[in-house]
């Protein structure tokens, strides 16, 4: 069995004082929620804050992204051990919004990531076709290459800290979900090739996330899905009913 996990990436939303209050409304609305890995994403500036306040709730931190360096002269960088000292547990890497304006390439997610999981931080490695690419047909050739570049040289130990995130980037932020059937397929694409690439145990094991355009009124079709394991959420996880209601999509 796989745990979901449900994850709110709040970009850059949110002073501190907004983040915290977020997750005082957020803490008793999925308090009796078990069988669900809740984490939430704020800025850099609050996650020492946010972490204060989540003590003793069942929801888990994480950063939006990190260095793959421990210390060093690396001007504007964070080190994924000053994650876990502000209270991370995960982090996201390789989201397409740092593929597109901030240079982040295949390599670079994979130092990231390998230095996230060498911490002890759950990375959360992000791949996803434009729309461009979906349609001149190249939905899996894209995906497999983000694939293979950014999980490269991952151990099967390696796996237990690590979840995808499949977000097709023309849903992302726009309203457009991709159909069930859709992701089911692109999900069912990287599990059979993490198989392929790992074995078959790493891939029956790892969680697979959809994000682009989560809701609560689509999430439950999106999680009916053999091969949907959560959600990665943007816009509905800056309100604390909206997240809630995807948190709780089972009951
Ligand atoms: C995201 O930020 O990862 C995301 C999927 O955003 P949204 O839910 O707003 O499309």
Not at 39 to 64: C, H, M, W, Y
Not at 121 to 127: D, N, P, S, T
């Amino acid at each position: 069995m796989r745990v979901p996990v449900i994850a709110g990436n709040w970009k850059l939303f949110k002073t501190i004082a907004e983040s915290v209050a977020l997750v005082h409304e957020l803490a008793p609305l999925v308090a009796s929620s078990h069988g669900v890995e809740i984490v939430v994403a704020p800025v850099f500036t609050a996650l020492s804050k946010v972490s204060d306040a989540i003590e003793g709730s069942n929801i888990r931190l994480a950063a939006q992204d990190c260095f793959w360096e421990e210390e060093g002269a690396f001007t504007g960088e964070v080190a994924p051990k000053l994650l876990k000292d502000a209270g991370c547990s995960h982090v996201i890497i390789g989201h397409s919004e740092r593929r597109q304006f901030f240079a982040e390439t295949d390599i670079t997610v994979n130092r990231k990531a390998k230095a996230a999981i060498s911490t002890g931080l759950r990375a959360i490695v992000c791949v996803g076709e434009s729309l461009a690419e979906r349609e001149s047909g190249l939905t899996f050739s894209v995906i497999e290459t983000q694939i293979q570049g950014s999980l490269a040289g991952l151990t099967v130990e390696d796996f237990t800290n690590t979840v995808v995130a499949y977000e097709p980037v023309w849903a992302i932020g726009t309203g457009k979900t991709a159909s069930d059937a859709q992701a089911q397929e692109v999900h069912l694409f990287i599990r059979k090739l993490i198989a392929k690439l790992f074995g078959q145990s790493v891939a029956d094991a790892v969680r697979i996330l959809y994000g682009g355009s989560v809701k609560p009124d689509n999430v439950k079709g999106l999680m009916g899905q053999p091969d949907i394991d959560g959600a990665l959420v943007g816009g509905a996880s800056l309100k604390a009913d909206s997240f809630a209601a995807i948190v709780t999509f089972n009951s």
